[in-house]
């Protein structure tokens, strides 16, 4: 790994600077399949940086970290130049001081690569409209997390009062296991279901999301219950002649039940930061469904 | 290419010329057309070429009862998925999952098993493609128990596997493994197959859907049939689908393939078997197509007044190891050629499709194959050989005659290279040569399309000394991708014209990996997605080309030529280019 610190500097000196670098690891220039724009505070900025890098290994990108720091000092950035390290493309960490933190991306837009997509994610607080915010501007995807919003719920529900299309949130790609195995579950005729519910830790925005989506495709009332966690613990739909039920109690491995059948297990692991990255990364274009069940969460709510 | 969900055309009761024996089994064979189900569209395609002198309408109508006959057969699944309230089209999130069903697999214990198709389950499941009750029977003549199976099917996954081992993962696949120890010709064996099958449906809640993988070497395809048809497990209950994985080769001449075909035709419907040719995957020949067809760059150039040759090369860097039984006899060119350098060959030469559904597909290809002719000399016009010990990356290896199993005066070939033309406007004239062996330097498969040089240099002679021929390789492993390779000034003061390459990777460019060809291939089956190849029509006209050949090896009855292990094959092979003034390229 080869890393370089520069101190007041400018987009264009570290644009040279990762020039050089790449040269001196022998790195091509070529070949990086996206850009990632990580807006973060410090103390989110190194669990968010290592899982973005986790994200992209199999896929040279350029990492772009963005942390504001004091408002109050003078004008400034400091960057931090990785190349080579967990990560097969270049990650920069972009420190903004005084005024700069109200135009980052006016430090960005030089260090964008040409030609390829750019995702940005806020792993902690996002703007309360992500496709208006000058750097989500940049991102043909952009992703968000209500999880760690100070009120979870809360955010998840105003989700849709900002959304354009692109957005999405990583309390719905935490689902998306489940949802797949539900719908395996229902690739064999079940019949109608009458109701049902999610049962989740308490404050969970993804049961939220799961509950009305349930809810929309099925046509029946899905509610959300309690439990102790962790995370989503079980889903119980029930049918003419009992339920469907889907447990996990130890976060890796889940029931299905059915009636008339065997009980059968299968692996439905909670999985790390990375992975839900990976698979945002993976797909490009809006993703239609999110909006709906934002929509959905937003409407029960006012209900 | 038809990878949706919309029911396409199947192979295996496509329009085959007179003389066919699959014609005389078609079970659809009766007169009346039904109109394409569930409204979706089909691609019409009309089968002007081979009924003789129909009407375009009558292959037209037979295409629509295809279609909807491939809806009937696979309504288990891609149906019901279809009718799934949680499937939305828009939600690309959600994978592909089969239904429920049990894969049998015959010949567990083989290599492949081991190597490929254990760890592809595995890594299935760790994508959560697996359904829920997934069971996997392995069956072999091993004196095994339950936990036995489970502990092999734990090694190989530990050691194959694409993705990292999770403990939950194998678990879950981990309760749905069954043995049944016994051997093809035994008949309680195949009893207490179709007992066990019984039973997990009863356990696992599998439905009566089973896949049965034929992992063995080609000369127990009839037996494991006629048993499978002997039990009844080869007719599916009401709702219910089963089917049937063919490798290859299919067959080892055209009789035999004839044979065979008839043999797998009497047990099942044409649309639940699936011959597959793993190094040809299902994902390489979209790649390929979407390179020739989506482009308006190469089509242009992609004929004899630009293309000077291509050069079809698939080498091994392994030995025939456990494979020396079925391999004696057989040999490179029926094992390989027959089969994965003649699709290649077709899907690089043939015309456009009119439509990327199966059938349409599959017609070009056909049309490309009967256009192939042999060299008029064959022993001038084809090489053989066989690897003698030697070092191979480093490490002392036996030669061929050396191997277990083989006998020391075995005259089956493990390099074989022939040169092919394609008479027709596109390809007069253009040579194909296509290399395969074992135990060469290298493990590599590509398709080089070498163009000609320009017809006129304006530099002088010194400055283009060392410019070769422009050329697009389409590299199939490792590392699929394509390269084009073309001259460039060397820097600096002097004129000089260089040869520089530029790349294309798919593991770099995408976000996405490729899947790996048997997970590709084993979902595809599970599901029940149409297999793109091959066709037994084609199977017999890929046989047409490579019996001749055979035939005169056989007639010959020299020991083919030594080379060593580790070398590039031997010095026939490239005296067979050095006639026409060219050379192999490097492996």
Same mark, same amino acid.
């Given at each position: 790994m080869t890393s370089f610190l520069m101190g007041s500097t400018t987009a264009s000196e570290i644009s040279a600077q990762l020039t050089r670098l790449r040269h001196q690891v022998g790195a091509p220039a070529v070949g990086m399949v996206l850009t990632l724009v990580v807006v973060s505070d410090e103390s989110r900025q190194y669990d968010a940086v290592r899982a973005a890098s986790e994200a992209s290994r199999e896929h040279p990108s350029r990492i772009l970290a963005v942390i504001p720091r004091e408002r109050e000092e003078a004008t400034r950035l400091d960057a931090e130049l990785r190349v080579g390290e967990m990560t097969t493309g270049e990650v920069v960490l972009l420190r903004l001081y005084g005024e700069l933190t109200g135009h980052a991306d006016s430090v960005l837009s030089p260090l964008l690569l040409p030609d390829i997509p750019v995702v940005v994610w806020w792993p902690g607080d996002a703007p309360e409209i992500p496709g208006k915010d000058p750097v989500g501007g940049f991102g043909q995807r952009r992703v968000t997390d209500a999880r760690s919003a100070a009120d979870p719920l809360a955010a998840i529900r105003r989700r849709i009062d900002g959304y354009s299309p692109g957005d999405t949130d990583?309390?719905?790609?935490?689902?998306?296991?489940?949802?797949?195995?539900?719908?395996?579950?229902f690739d064999q005729p079940v019949g109608k279901v009458r109701d049902g519910y999610v049962e989740a830790e308490p404050g969970h925005p993804s049961a939220e999301l799961l509950a009305v989506w349930l809810s929309q495709t099925l046509g029946a009332d899905i509610s959300v219950r309690e439990s102790r966690g962790p995370g989503l613990t079980a889903v119980h739909l029930r049918i003419s002649d009992g339920e469907v039920v889907i447990e996990r109690h130890d976060s890796r491995t889940a029931t299905l039940k059915r009636p008339g059948r065997p009980d059968r297990h299968v692996a439905l692991a909670r999985r790390p930061t990375s992975e839900l990255l990976a698979e945002e990364l993976r797909r490009l274009d809006p993703d239609e469904v999110y909006e709906e069940a934002i929509k959905g969460v937003a409407d029960r709510h006012h209900r | 290419m038809n990878d949706s969900k919309g029911p396409g055309p199947q192979p295996?009761?496509?329009?085959?010329?007179?003389?066919?024996?699959?014609?005389?089994?078609?079970?659809?064979?009766?007169?009346?057309?039904?109109?394409?189900?569930?409204?979706?569209?089909?691609?019409?395609?009309? *089968?002007?070429? %081979?009924? =003789?002198?129909?009407?375009?309408?009558?292959? !037209?109508?037979? #295409?629509?009862?295809?279609?909807?006959?491939?809806?009937?057969?696979?309504?288990?699944?891609?149906?019901?998925a279809e009718a799934n309230p949680l499937r939305d089209p828009r939600d690309k999130r959600l994978p592909r999952v089969a239904g429920p069903c049990v894969l049998v697999l015959f010949g567990v214990t083989g290599d492949l098993a081991k190597r490929k198709l254990l760890p592809a389950i595995y890594d299935l499941g760790n994508r959560g493609l697996l359904p829920p009750g997934f069971?996997?029977?392995?069956?072999?003549?091993? *004196?095994?128990? %339950?936990? =036995?199976?489970?502990?092999?099917?734990?090694? !190989?996954?530990? #050691?194959?596997?694409?993705?990292?081992?999770?403990?939950?993962?194998w678990k879950q696949i981990c309760e749905g493994l069954h043995f049944v120890p016994g051997s093809f010709d035994d008949d309680g064996a195949f009893d207490a197959l179709a007992m066990a099958l019984k039973e997990i449906d009863e356990t696992r809640g599998t439905g009566g859907n089973y896949a049965f993988y034929t992992s063995t070497p080609p000369k127990y395809f009839p037996v494991i049939i006629e048993q499978l048809k002997r039990t009844g497990l080869t007719r599916p209950p009401e709702g219910a689908w089963r089917r049937v994985v063919i490798e290859k080769p299919f067959g080892h001449d055209l009789k035999s393939a004839r044979e065979l075909n008839r043999i797998v035709d009497s047990a099942f419907k044409p649309d639940?078997?699936?011959?597959?040719?793993h190094y040809l995957g299902k994902e390489t020949v979209q790649n390929i197509l979407a390179l020739r067809f989506a482009n308006t760059l190469f089509e242009p150039i992609w004929n004899r007044r630009y293309v000077d040759h291509v050069q079809i090369t698939m080498a091994e860097d392994i030995g025939v190891g456990g494979r020396a039984g079925y391999y004696d006899g057989i040999g490179a060119a029926r094992d390989?050629?027959?089969?994965?350098?003649?699709?290649?060959?077709?899907?690089?030469?043939?015309?456009?499709?009119?439509?990327?559904?199966?059938?349409?597909?599959?017609?070009?290809?056909?049309?490309?194959?009967?256009?192939?002719?042999?060299?008029?000399?064959?022993s001038l016009g084809t090489a053989r050989g066989q690897y003698v010990s030697g070092w191979q990356g480093g490490v002392p290896v036996r030669g061929f005659l050396e191997e277990d199993g083989i006998p020391p005066d075995s005259r089956t070939e493990t390099y074989a290279a022939v040169r092919l033309e394609i008479a027709n406007r596109r390809w007069a004239g253009v040579p194909f040569y296509l290399r395969t062996g074992k135990r060469l330097g290298r493990r590599m498969t590509e398709v080089a399309v070498v163009f000609q040089r320009a017809p006129h240099l304006p530099f002088s002679k010194t400055d283009t000394e060392i410019l070769g021929h422009n050329a697009l390789v389409i590299r199939i492993q490792p590392d699929e991708g394509v390269t084009v390779r073309f001259g460039s000034k060397v820097p600096g003061t002097a004129m000089e014209v260089r040869d520089v390459n530029m790349d294309f990777a798919?593991?770099?460019?995408?976000?996405?990996?490729?899947?790996?060809?048997?997970?590709?291939?084993?979902?595809?089956?599970?599901?029940?997605?149409?297999?793109?190849?091959?066709?037994?029509?084609?199977?017999?006209?890929?046989?047409?080309?490579?019996?001749?050949?055979?035939?005169?090896?056989?007639?010959?009855?020299?020991?083919?030529?030594?080379?060593?292990?580790?070398?590039?094959?031997?010095?026939?092979?490239?005296?067979?280019?050095?006639?026409?003034?060219?050379?192999?390229?490097?492996?």
């Open positions: 990583l309390a719905w790609t935490r689902i998306t296991p489940w949802r797949s195995l539900l719908a395996a579950a | 295996g009761n496509g329009p085959t010329p007179s003389g066919d024996p699959s014609n005389s089994t078609d079970p659809t064979g009766s007169a009346g057309s039904t109109p394409p189900a569930g409204g979706e569209p089909v691609a019409h395609e009309f *089968d002007v070429p %081979a009924r =003789d002198g129909g009407p375009e309408s009558l292959a !037209a109508q037979d #295409e629509s009862r295809t279609a909807a006959q491939a809806v009937a057969g696979t309504a288990t699944t891609i149906e019901v069971s996997l029977v392995g069956f072999a003549r091993r *004196d095994w128990a %339950a936990q =036995d199976f489970a502990q092999i099917t734990h090694d !190989a996954v530990k #050691e194959h596997a694409r993705t990292p081992f999770r403990e939950e993962v639940s078997v699936f011959r597959i040719d390989v050629i027959q089969n994965h350098l003649l699709q290649l060959l077709a899907l690089v030469g043939m015309e456009d499709p009119t439509a990327f559904g199966p059938s349409a597909l599959r017609r070009e290809k056909e049309k490309v194959l009967e256009a192939v002719t042999l060299p008029e000399d064959l798919y593991g770099e460019a995408f976000l996405e990996s490729s899947p790996e060809a048997y997970e590709r291939l084993l979902l595809d089956v599970l599901i029940g997605d149409p297999p793109l190849f091959p066709h037994q029509r084609e199977v017999e006209l890929s046989w047409m080309i490579m019996d001749p050949i055979e035939e005169h090896w056989a007639a010959d009855g020299s020991q083919p030529e030594g080379y060593d292990a580790g070398s590039g094959g031997p010095a026939s092979a490239d005296e067979m280019m050095a006639r026409d003034g060219r050379a192999w390229r490097r492996l």
